[in-house]
């Protein structure tokens, strides 16, 4: 097997990798670094969580210990761009973790904070610079960053980049990058859009490198589907946290005021937790990150852009208290957990409306995601111990959806209340578009036919209305 010593990368690097522990290359490390390292454009099609961080910085590095000069004022060597502040602040941690003995200089630029600091930072010029694409916009627009000297630029997360709306900044940010120049292009799926920005950005033959982390996270983690009505969730949620197994937990929900809502009932029945998602000041979210990495809450409730590509270990469970719209991020969800070779459970909420979501989900990640069975599943203990067994299979077909037709657009309004807000990141949608959608609707999964759910009371004042 290949080893980071094998690859012949700078001596100031293989030190760093012998700090981190790290001695064997990841596959994506493995593929890209050699071409990386010679000089060529690189298409990769991996998530986080498979190495593709060091997979770039490594190989950069490389070229920037072998090649010593000053970047142009106010510019930089390399320009990575990435989706979020999560991100980004996490890929300047790896250049310099990676370049410590190299003497690297990394600056970091994204929104939220004031230019001041940004400004102070570019001026001498620098060798790396992460940023958001808004941000950078902003001071390039403002000509207090310049990026002229720029030799070799990544686009990380380009999908997600999709989805946040950040293609036409792109575009213009590209365009102030000299054309002569390395390009490493990086998304976790190809939809046709993503395919096109890349050919138009990528030089004539890039490396390709493909890596499916898919299968191998998805059969290392423990999952449970939990058919819950929708009310319940909450009562539900509580209960999961009886069992001290329950450690170090990651919650998802579909919105930003679903994860404060959700963090705050945690809080009202002693289980502490922190929110973390878009509207949330970049010091609320990092003291949040930095109390669930300290172990000081026990919780942290996100949304999924909000939760790309933070990077903790040891996990135990996450859980998914509204399925994704969007089938593939149940995938990026539960990898999450069973990170750095570990184990990790995922639990998963489903309720009436969200049949057909999982439905996607199982196509998607070509599994059955086995439905919580007692004689099995004692790990989930209190929480579950008055429901049916063999997790409660509906007792009629999943298929069709009793509310009519289930189209694209009224699956975006599944899960009662937390339906009509907008998810974290989405475009609004055209008005009136779901007006027809909601009536159809049985309201929280609750109408007569289907599968009840757990049998339990509903433990009046667990959880306070709010
Ligand atoms: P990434 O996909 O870049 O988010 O990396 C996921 C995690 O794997 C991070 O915690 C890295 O520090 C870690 N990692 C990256 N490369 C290696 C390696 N070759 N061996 C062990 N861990 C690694």
Redesign the pocket.
Known sequence: MTQ?TDLALAKPLLRALAD???????PI?AQAIPGVMAGRDLLGI??????????FALPILHRLAADKRQAPRRSCRVLVLSPTRELAT?IAE?FRTYGKHMGVTVTVVFGGVKYGGQMRAMAPGVDVLVATPGRLLDHLQEKTISLEGVETFVLDEADQMLDMGFILPIRRIVKHIPRQRQTLFFSATMPAEIEKLGSEILGPDPLKVSVTPQATTVEKVNQRVLFVEQPRKRALLAELFDDAGFKRVIVFTRTKRGADRVARGLEQVGVDAAAIHGDKSQGQRERALAQFKAGEVRVLVATDIAAR?I?I?AVSHVVQYDLPNVPEAYVHRIGRTA??GADGSAVAFCSDDERNLLKDIERVSRQRIPSFDRRNDRQLGAATAAMPDVGGKPERPAQPHRGGHQTKHNRNHAGGKTGRERQEGQQPRSAGGGQGAAPKRSSGGNGGGGFKGPRRENRGGVWSNH
């Open positions: 980071f981190e522990g790290y001695a064997t290359p990841t490390q991996a998530q986080t969580g498979t190495g593709k961080t060091a997979a996490q790896s590509g990077d270990d990170r750095a």
